[in-house]
Structure formats: C-alpha cells, structure tokens
C-alpha cells in the first residue's frame, strides 16, 4: 500500500513537471534566449532575457499575457535589470515586482505577437524608463511548443 501511495504521487509529480516543461516557451534572438519563466500570483508572464556581458538575465512583467495560448495580440510591459548591468540608470527606482529591490534600471516594453496562437514569433519594443520605445527585438520560438 505505503509503495503505490509513493508511486502515485512520484507521478503525479513527474506529470507536473512534465506539464509545466510544455508550457515553458523559447524565443532566440539576436541577443540570445528569451524564456517565458513563470507566471505571478498577479497574473503577470515573466520572461527572462540575456544582458550583454553578464551572467545575469533581465525580467520581463508582462500583465494579461499568463494563461494566454490561443488570443495573442499586443501586451504592455516592464521589464527590470539588476542595477549596473550596463543599460542606463533612470532618475528615480520601480520596485522589483516579485523581489521588492528597488532598481533603477528598468522601463517600459511593448511585445506584438504575429500570430494569435502558441508558437509564435514576435516583435518586442523597448523603452528606458518612460522614454518612447527605442530598440526592438525579435523573437523566434525555437522547438514546438
């Protein structure tokens, strides 16, 4: 009995693992691999990023995007990145929505899907700060999803 107990739950465990490796998406870029993380208790999508010359990875807060595989449009943003990472500092900090640092290295993003269902490619634009968008970023996925 105690051993069917632990292999059920051994299961259950391996299929939820399992379920949330599908769910995790991929993106290459120009600037390396972009990852859809995770999810906030809020109902952000979280995507991580590479920053040049770093071990670190900027983070990406993207609201109405978690849960969302099949209505995929436009979504607004922010994204934040350790402070010194070598993009500029604003004149004041946000608060890291999940870690609650402040940062000054942060600003606002837009992310346009090219097609409304999982996979799909995208265009990323970006701001610093409250400045106007002024890079951009494309995003393939790499693998099925």
């Known amino acids: 009995m105690k051993t069917s107990v632990v292999?059920?739950?051994?299961s259950l465990f391996l299929s939820a693992g399992a379920a949330d490796a599908q769910q995790r998406e991929v993106w290459q870029t120009e600037i390396g691999t972009v990852v859809y993380d995770?999810?906030?208790?809020?109902?952000e999508a979280v995507l991580t990023f590479p920053i040049a010359n770093s071990e670190q990875r900027g983070v990406a807060f993207i609201p109405q995007l978690a849960g969302n595989r099949t209505n995929r449009g436009v979504f607004y943003g922010l994204w934040v990145e350790?402070?010194?990472?070598?993009?500029?500092?604003?004149?004041?900090a946000i608060t890291d929505p999940e870690t609650n640092t402040p940062r000054q290295t942060w600003g606002r993003i837009q992310m346009t899907f090219v097609d409304p269902v999982v996979p799909s490619s995208w265009v990323l634009r970006r701001g610093?700060?409250?400045?106007?968008?002024?890079?951009?970023l494309i995003g393939r996925p790499v693998g099925s999803q």
Do not use: K
């Open 7 to 10: 292999a059920v739950l051994a």
């Open 38 to 43: 995770h999810e906030t208790a809020r109902g």
């Open 82 to 92: 350790p402070d010194g990472s070598g993009a500029p500092a604003c004149d004041f």
């Open 128 to 136: 610093y700060c409250f400045d106007d968008y002024s890079e951009f």
